[in-house]
């Protein structure tokens, strides 16, 4: 294949404006947040109920560090809030939200509900200045046409701190993986490591429930890595019942081993004992799309998913979406397409 050539700068300056062009591509907004919020210094956790009254709390511009804004060389902790109405037509929508880079630790709240958080808050001091993640929304903690609020608790060690730059809004994915048939919701779930979990019969009316996707952190399991399982069933739908199925089970923290009716259909990963956060690879970050033999499936009658799960460090947990059931021609199209977005850059292997 003939290579295009170009020299350094000209290289370097197109590959800064199409990862520019690709970032901005990534994410539709939906609803921008950016602007005046409230704030106040200080740590309390009642501030992420709701009801907390906050029209007394100073305002102040997000994205911004705090330091420009009046309170300079503050550092300690400190709380965002903002009031936002979500319209009734974005409901059933893949709904995320993004609060830009926080210097240096964040929890981010939902109408009182945790939906992610970034780094690691005193003593165990982390940072995470440097991330900025999309926090996927259950519909469920919404008030549509109603008043809404997000709450960003805030640790900054020193320097600059706050809601630094970046997104700041109510966005969707531009190209999400649309499933055939939905699983996303209340998924059964249960700390520990039995492989016997992965059977049909295991009875599970005692296991918690839990929201698919979401981190098992923010619904009630916060500081646990180790081993869990996630279950749930389905009948196939009539109209994939002659089809080739891939399910997807979106983004997972750290790594899985997944199962339909005891059998296993894929993993990714290895799922060992004794891991340490520095042997981790991106596993976290790959989506989860594995075939489905289709005589595996039983028609008409009830199919049941198990997920056995190994986080190694901080978040965990089947976090992203999509989830749920697509025609393997579907998905195989969707993956082309994505991929296609950087044949670009064969020319400059």
């Not at 894929?266 to 594995?290: S, V």
Request: with cysteine.
């Amino acid at each position: 294949m003939r290579r295009m050539i170009m020299h350094g700068p000209a290289i370097f300056l197109l590959l800064v404006l199409l990862s520019s062009s690709t970032s901005a591509q990534d994410w539709r907004t939906l609803l921008n947040l950016r602007g005046k919020w409230k704030f106040v210094l200080g740590d309390n956790k009642k501030w992420a109920d709701p009801k907390t009254p906050d029209s007394h709390w100073d305002e102040i511009e997000v994205p911004s560090p705090w330091e420009e804004q009046g309170y300079p060389g503050y550092d300690g902790y400190a709380w965002y809030r903002k009031h936002f109405t979500v319209d009734t037509e974005l409901r059933e929508r893949e709904l995320y939200l993004r609060v830009g880079y926080v210097d240096d630790v964040c929890e981010v709240y939902l109408n009182g509900h945790l939906v992610g958080f970034e780094g690691q808050f005193p003593p165990k001091f982390i940072t995470a200045y440097n991330i900025a993640r999309a926090y996927i929304i259950p519909q469920q903690y919404l008030n549509f046409g109603g008043d809404n609020v997000v709450a960003v608790r805030v640790y900054d060690q020193r320097l600059v701190g706050g809601i630094t730059h970046g997104s700041v809004g109510l966005c969707a994915p531009r190209k999400y993986l649309e499933p055939d048939f939905n699983l996303a919701g209340v998924w059964k779930f249960k700390i520990g490591d039995n492989t016997s979990w992965a059977k049909p019969d295991t009875p599970d009316d005692t296991w918690d429930g839990l929201i698919v996707p979401s981190y098992w952190e923010t619904q009630g399991f916060r500081d646990y890595d180790g081993f869990a399982w996630y279950r749930t069933t389905f009948k196939t739908p009539s109209g994939l019942e002659d089809k080739d199925l891939v399910l997807l089970l979106g983004r997972i923290d750290d790594f899985d081993e997944t199962y339909v009716n005891g059998e296993l259909i894929g993993r990714t990963g290895h799922l060992r004992k004794n891991w340490t956060p520095d042997e981790r690879g991106d596993e976290y970050a790959k989506l989860r799309a594995y075939t489905i033999p289709r005589d595996l499936l039983l028609p008409g009658r009830v199919n049941t998913i198990a997920v056995r799960v190994l986080d190694v460090y901080m978040q965990g947990g089947i976090y992203d979406g999509p989830i749920g059931l697509i025609e393997r021609e579907k998905y195989r199209d969707w993956k082309k397409d994505t991929d296609d977005r950087w044949n670009f850059f064969d020319w400059f292997r």
